[in-house]
T-cell receptor, first 110, second 116 residues
Framework: DAKTTQPNSMESNEEEPVHLPCNHSTISGTDYIHWYRQLPSQGPEYVIHGLTSNVNNRMASLAIAEDRKSSTLILHRATLRDAAVYYCIRSQGGSEKLVFGKGTKLTVNP | DTGVSQNPRHKITKRGQNVTFRCDPISEHNRLYWYRQTLGQGPEFLTYFQNEAQLEKSRLLSDRFSAERPKGSFSTLEIQRTEQGDSAMYLC??????????????FGPGTRLTVL
């Protein structure tokens, strides 16, 4: 299983932007990049996904490097409710399963 | 609430006992997944169903584990002869199963199993 590489933890201040990096250097052309997050005592929830182009939704933006070997999840204005573990997942062509790593634990300071 | 539900939320059992967990997916979702999560780790895939067919199983799913989805709606995960190493959070997720780019999975709150 090809997991991605993320920092173990990051800190941010409330109402500031947060950039969460992810490396997926062995990604193949048909693999999507997904981000999920897990708040304390809850199941994971979908954040965003993309293939090649940058993506925006109501929760976040996803910036994908031109060579697709890395990506960055951007939270434009962090709130205390964004404190969670963020997982960057590379879906492997044709497989339905999500292969989670340890993720990045984001702490948001008031 | 129309999300994924799991029962029970907590289960404490003695080593060697059998346990069964239930997952009710979002009603129109035809794909259902089981994951296991231990403390400090991300969830690990166990198995998934499309309707009633079990299409993929992880090598983590030993012969003591069995999952069913008899009518393509709810699913059960049974663990026979539980071991202390089975203690974990068991997560269920479902998805619409639409073809195309994304198959967003919606997770339930999990069943926390403690084996004494």
């Amino acid at each position: 299983d090809a997991k991605t590489t993320q920092p173990n933890s990051m800190e941010s201040n409330e109402e500031e932007p947060v950039h969460l990096p992810c490396n997926h250097s062995t990604i193949s052309g048909t693999d999507y990049i997904h981000w999920y997050r897990q708040l304390p005592s809850q199941g994971p929830e979908y954040v965003i996904h993309g293939l090649t182009s940058n993506v925006n939704n109501r929760m976040a933006s996803l910036a994908i490097a031109e060579d697709r070997k890395s990506s960055t999840l951007i939270l434009h204005r962090a709130t205390l409710r964004d404190a969670a573990v963020y997982y960057c997942i590379r879906s492997q062509g044709g497989s339905e399963k999500l292969v989670f790593g340890k993720g990045t634990k984001l702490t948001v300071n008031p | 609430d129309t999300g994924v539900s799991q029962n029970p939320r907590h289960k404490i059992t003695k080593r060697g006992q059998n346990v069964t967990f239930r997952c009710d997916p979002i009603s129109e979702h035809n794909r259902l997944y089981w994951y296991r999560q231990t403390l400090g780790q991300g969830p690990e895939f166990l198995t998934y169903f499309q309707n009633e067919a079990q299409l993929e199983k992880s090598r983590l799913l030993s012969d003591r584990f069995s999952a069913e989805r008899p009518k393509g709606s709810f699913s059960t995960l049974e663990i026979q002869r539980t071991e202390q190493g089975d203690s974990a959070m068991y997560l269920c997720a479902s998805s619409l199963g639409a073809s195309g780019t994304n198959n967003e999975q919606f997770f339930g709150p999990g069943t926390r199993l403690t084996v004494l």
